[in-house]
């Protein structure tokens, strides 16, 4: 028992270590996922954009809240027309809610005229786990230079699936993207995310 204890207690710090690192105002660590179009994709590929992470479960009310209103279609498109990058990331596990499969991925950012950059896959939940997501939708937002977490949280204030309340929130993503062309720091730099939990 103990021989397996050590390894586990390392394996439990190793992972600590890497979640305590993504923090607003630290280094974003890269990753390579599977894209729902073939490809494979990788932070480090942005060097020198603005790069918004969405983690995302299409059967989450949460999430449905931001697509059925087109709010989170709108921030895509404006972002991404403004050179930014936006990952939509799954990361339900296979047999669990929220899953999907590539061809059903891309259905769905067809049905739902979705714009993200790449709709990416991690079906094993390391980078879900890595970055410390634990809702859908979770933001986040790595600077211009790719390399620092700027903010990281809620997509709104207002922590509900009412479709009445996003004119009424203040939307963090769009705070924080006006702070970074500014050359400022978003304030606040890290929110507490409301959604569903991550199906790992």
Not at 7 to 19: E, H, R, S, W
Not at 52 to 79: A, D
Not at 162 to 178: F, G, K, L, P
Request: net charge negative; proline share 6%.
């Amino acid at each position: 028992m103990r021989t397996l204890l050590a390894p586990i207690a390392l394996l439990a710090l190793l992972v600590g270590t890497a979640q305590a690192k993504v923090a607003p105002g630290n280094p974003a660590p890269d990753f390579t996922l599977p894209s729902a179009d073939g490809s494979d994709v990788s932070l480090s590929d942005f060097a020198g954009k603005t790069v918004i992470l969405e983690w995302t479960n299409h059967g989450c009310p949460f999430v449905q809240k931001h697509y059925k209103s087109g709010n989170m279609q709108s921030l895509q498109t404006r972002y991404t027309g403004d050179d930014a990058v936006w990952l939509s990331i799954i990361s339900s596990a296979p047999g669990k809610q929220g899953h999907v499969s590539a061809d059903k991925a891309l259905t769905l950012t067809e049905a739902r005229d979705a714009k993200p950059t790449h709709v990416l896959l991690d079906e094993d939940g390391t980078v879900g786990r890595l970055y410390g997501a634990k809702t859908t939708p979770h933001m986040y937002i790595i600077d211009s230079d790719g390399t620092m977490m700027a903010y990281m949280g809620a997509i709104d204030s207002i922590p509900s699936a009412d479709t009445a309340d996003i004119e009424r929130a203040t939307n963090y993503v769009q705070t924080s993207m006006a702070a970074l062309a500014q050359d400022r720091l978003p304030d606040p730099a890290s929110t507490k995310p409301y959604g569903c939990s991550v199906k790992y």
